[in-house]
């Protein structure tokens, strides 16, 4: 049975998975610049996604390629934003799109999964924890954002952003599983899984006219510190503060069961599982959660160099960059080592595209990551 819930937690595509000055895998925004009297449009376009087990290219397909899982917990992670809006005084707003979706997995269920895709046995006896947390949700929403000089010296003076969202009917699908799984050599296996899986997709005939609705609102901050003449310190909270609600959502919660001893004519076990379980509409609130980043730019001559460390889904990533101003425009590199991405771009007057992975042929790589963004005064 390839489709019992266990596997659809793994198996689940992410399709619910910047600017020179932050270059971080966080969700990022313009350098902060003073407060300007003309109108300014701007755009941009953020995609990330990082998958600590297997290339990105694989994720809902292949497993026996590229195959290298963290001896602890396993993230697979898609950050995906898109944004368009104007300027003037200080003052953004701006339509937006975001997508955003996160599996934290044990080395035991990720190894689970590979070995029933690829139709391999353990060599010996083994016991599985099977313990995962997915979420995900994607929305359109309306930003506000205004920054402003914490003193009276607009050349040296520290500047703050503080923006706010509001998010209109998300979508979501969050789902959390445990238990455990056996294996035995003489190709006995039993399973013993708890999910609770929410959807807003879901439809069930109980729910007649009655579908799911829900709201976000989102606060965040950013700051540009200039402790001397050659050095700045940026710092940025996203999500700072967020809430983000559903009503008579379709919620499952399932127990499976099963000890088996068969595989099918294509060679995957035959799980057949005892399923109990209930579904219900319920109220739901939760945090988007927070990312953030801090880094220092230090100026040597020409060149622009930073260090910092970003956090985002609970792991924390170093990273140091290094850009050199030419008259045919900016060129930047990067590196971060919880991936170990490497990043290069270019910007050009209103243009800017930052390019990541950490691999050269992306068909193998397991992080990848695009920026683009465009200004235009007037």
Known sequence: MRSFILLSLIGYHFCCAGAQAQQTLSDQSFPLHPAGKEWQVYTKLNLLAAYDA???RNFDSDWSS????KAG?????????????VEKDGWQIGLEYRQQGSLDASHDMVEFYHMYQQRERPVRARDFAIDGQFQSWSAAGLRLAHSFALSADKDTA??????????????MRDMAISGTANYQSNDVY??????LESNTRYRYPFMQNVSPSGSGASISLALQWPLRENLTLHLAANDLWSRM?????PTVR??????VTSYDQDGYVNYRPLLSGQNSQMRKQRSIGASAAASLEYRLAQWQLKSGVDYLEGSYV???????????????GSYESRFHSVGIGYDYGIFGLHLRSNRWSLSQASALGLDASLRYRF
């Open 190 to 195: 039993s399973l013993a899984v708890t999910s």
């Open 66 to 69: 590229g195959y290298a899982p």
């Open 318 to 332: 170093p990273m140091v960059s290094a850009s050199y101003p030419t008259r045919w425009g900016s060129f930047t």
């Open 254 to 259: 399932q127990q499976l069961n099963s000890e």
């Open 158 to 171: 520290p500047l703050l952003m503080i923006s706010g969202s509001v998010y209109a009917n998300p979508r």
């Open 54 to 56: 297997i290339p990105v």
């Open 245 to 249: 609600r559903w009503s008579n959502l």
């Open 73 to 85: 917990r396993n993230l697979f992670l898609q950050r995906n934003r898109a944004e368009f809006g």
